[in-house]
């Protein structure tokens, strides 16, 4: 599992999806997924859909559910 904090770059919106997917799976959320869903809050990209999903992601990880590793 790659870490590493990417490259500053534009939001790719199926980025999004594989992070979002890949921290449901693991119930861990690395410092690179962080920064996919930091460029996506910073760039103004999600749509309502997708502002819910994150909203219970945070949730989530308030809760202890999911692990910051």
């Known amino acids: 599992m790659d870490n590493s904090i990417p490259e500053e770059t534009s ?4 980025e999004l999806y594989e992070v979002l997917a890949r921290i449901a799976a693991s119930s ?8 996919v869903l930091r460029k ?3 760039e ?7 502002h819910r ?7 989530a990880l308030l809760k202890g559910r999911i692990k910051v590793v």
């Open 28 to 35: 861990q959320i690395t410092t690179a997924d962080q920064a």
């Open 53 to 59: 999903v994150v909203d219970r992601l945070h949730r």
């Open 11 to 14: 939001f790719v919106p199926s």
């Open 40 to 42: 996506a809050f910073l």
């Open 44 to 50: 103004d990209q999600l749509n309502e859909e997708e």
